[in-house]
């Protein structure tokens, strides 16, 4: 589960670094030919928007499948969650950042953009601002990642089924794919990451020489589900 609190006294190593690729590499309690998983440096993902359109809620009703109302207090640096998502037969090891919203922690933020894989920019449906920046999200996302991340955008808060954008009205206005939810009833929060997780492996598979999509073998027991960082 994300963590709020600050945990660490000293900042901790880019994602890329974070990862133990020792950790995944097939040892004599694992003798069976384990399954794969893509991405031994983990495929990172970062959640990013403004704060409280509920990128922390997104997360955990992600991998919790639950939806704790009102328990989080605003994010402070970042967190992560190792999630794994089955692709086609095959397993994707997503590493899921969880960013603080507030402006105060862009810096921070920015730190994290370049290794990332892919990007889920979120907003709140219910928040008109939050919907106007998208456009000075995005304008950061292309100053500091990678050119060929992968993003989506996700208004988050649907209530019900009752969408508001159908897909391709929401991917026209910004341009890049899009695809409303709800942390608090789960609605397509799911369906946003495995799309993600999706693409990625898309790509690995087109580019199985590329560093950054490296396949590795599978081991089920992994090093470190959750963490956090913090900055002071
Ligand atoms: N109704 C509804 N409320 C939600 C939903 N997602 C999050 N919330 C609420 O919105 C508030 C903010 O959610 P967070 O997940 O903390 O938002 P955040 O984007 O992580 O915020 P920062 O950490 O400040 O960047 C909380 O009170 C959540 O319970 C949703 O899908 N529906």
């Known amino acids: 589960m994300p963590c709020r609190s600050i945990c660490q006294a000293h900042v901790p190593a880019a994602p890329a670094h974070a990862a133990d690729p020792g950790s995944m590499k097939p040892t004599e309690h694992h003798p069976q030919r384990p399954e794969l998983v893509i991405g031994c440096v983990l495929l990172q993902t970062i959640l990013v928007g403004d704060s409280g359109v509920g990128k922390t809620s997104l997360l955990v009703q992600f991998d919790q499948g639950k939806f704790i109302p009102g328990s989080f207090s605003a994010t402070v640096g970042i967190g992560f969650t190792n999630k794994v998502v089955t692709v086609d037969n095959v397993k994707v090891k997503l590493q899921i950042w ?12 920015h730190a994290y ?3 990332a894989h892919a990007l889920l920019l979120l907003y709140d449906i219910t928040s008109k601002s939050s919907f106007d920046n998208i456009r000075a999200w ?10 060929d991340v992968v993003i989506m955008l ?3 808060k649907v209530r019900g089924k009752c ?11 910004y341009s890049v794919p899009f695809m409303e939810t709800s942390a608090k009833t789960g609605v397509n929060v799911e369906l946003a990451f495995t799309a993600v997780a999706k693409e990625l492996k898309h790509r690995a598979v ?26 002071f």
């Open 113 to 115: 953009y370049r290794d």
């Open 206 to 231: 087109q580019h199985p020489n590329e560093p950054k999509f490296q396949i590795h073998e599978y081991i089920e027991a992994q090093k470190e589900k959750s963490g956090c960082c913090s900055y």
């Open 98 to 109: 969880d960013t603080a919203g507030q402006e105060r922690f862009r810096s921070v933020t």
């Open 138 to 147: 995005l304008t950061e996302i292309h100053e500091y990642a990678q050119s």
């Open 154 to 156: 996700l208004g988050n």
């Open 163 to 173: 969408l508001r954008r159908t897909r391709s009205e929401g991917a026209s206005e």
